[in-house]
DNA sequence: GTCTATAGCTGGATAGAC
DNA sequence: GTCTATCCAGCTATAGAC
């Protein structure tokens, strides 16, 4: 009886859905007034309740955006994760960036807390991290379903697939003018990739490498 | 006797100069603390003047954020337009981006005001607008020297660049991860735009493509 | 855990002497 | 044009009653 109850516990998931509900209303405002255009007693107005009850979830402000970004990244682990209603290795990879943009251009806010590094002194937490590493192994794993599995390509890539994204949220958000590029983008990269021959089952040893010299 | 003197005085040089030297001192902090990291405070201090002679020259925070885009947006504009010390279309292409990259990364906070969107109610006036269009009208001139004319293609270029450019400042400040894949990249995008054959000579009419439907 | 109340500070912007 | 001095709104964060 003198024993302490166990961690797991309904309050546990009392105070975590709290959590959450701060989480939500925070992510709610970043949409409306922007990432950092919010303060915390817009956040405690919008939750429902007062700053202090706020405090008696998190330490700082900047704890609040880690939590963002912990939330944002899961979910756009989930969804570049579930599955494809396509078939063919390129079919697939198209999908994904089609999947990947939308995700960018649907909530500029969530795009500029994980892509773009702008807050002043906020650095994501480690753990929240892995979510975004998990992506990244989706997206390889695509990639070597294509026959490309070296480094470089891996780069070159993230850069073709971040430059759509970002250019059609700076400069047609809601429109289609890069979007719409993508298959031509990913026939572009798969053509280039497959007519640079590095006897991928035979080793890692370079071949008859072109490449930009330094 | 009674006349009012000319307008281009003295003055206005001594004026000019002593506006500039906020906005030099704007463009240190921004630098330093990032782009909003400073208060008129802090910059007051840095141009070793006050606050309210700051306000002698600006009328707001605002104002000054305008300030130094014109000053960033100049300063790109001329550098983009500077000759290339290469030869042939491809090698300019290449040196292009180069020179594109090196400009973005040696300075992010400039980045992120002139090619993110990024500071909470700032919009740039149109004339600061100018620049950006005018070093694009130079990007475009360079593509045609090598054949690229189509708008479709302007955008698949613009955001290769970009992708790249942001991938280098975001994921590896001061190396070569990704400015090491230009000419790569400049190989690919060309070798794609130039097999898919437009009749560019004759006229706008498009032949045979397979691009994305909608 | 949640509140009322407020501390302590910093932000942008101004008044008015010189 | 430049200063000293200050206003006031807003911010993050906390104290202490319940």
Redesign the interface.
């Known amino acids: 009886m003198l024993n302490s109850p166990p961690t797991t516990d309904w309050r546990e998931a009392r105070r975590q859905s709290a959590h959450d509900a701060i989480v939500d209303a925070a992510w709610s405002l970043a949409d409306d007034?922007?990432?950092?255009?919010w303060s915390l007693r817009d956040l405690a107005r919008r939750a429902g309740i007062t700053v202090p009850t706020v405090y008696a979830y998190f330490d700082s402000k900047n704890e609040i955006y880690d939590a963002m970004f912990g939330r944002a990244a899961s979910i756009f682990a989930e969804r570049m994760a579930e599955p494809f209603d396509v078939e063919g290795p390129r079919e697939i990879l198209v999908a994904s960036v089609h999947r990947f943009c939308e995700f960018c251009t649907s909530h500029p806010a969530r795009y500029?807390l994980l892509?773009?590094?702008?807050l002043?002194?906020f650095e994501p937490s480690p753990d929240s991290y892995a979510h975004a590493i998990a992506a990244l192994a989706g997206a390889r794993h695509r990639l070597s379903l294509n026959g490309i599995t070296e480094a470089?390509h891996v780069?070159?890539w993230?850069?073709?697939?971040?430059?759509?994204a970002?250019?059609q949220v700076?400069n047609d958000p809601g429109g289609?003018?890069?979007t719409?590029?993508?298959?031509?983008?990913v026939?572009?990269?798969l053509?280039?990739c497959q007519s640079t021959p590095l006897a991928p089952s035979r080793g890692p040893h370079r071949v008859g490498t072109k490449?930009?010299p330094?």
Do not use: C, K, N, Y
């Open positions: 007034m922007g990432l950092a255009g500029q892509f773009q590094r702008t002043p002194g470089r780069d070159l993230t850069a073709l697939v971040t430059g759509l970002d250019q700076a289609d003018r890069w719409r590029l993508i298959e031509e983008s026939v572009m990269f053509t280039h490449g930009p330094t």
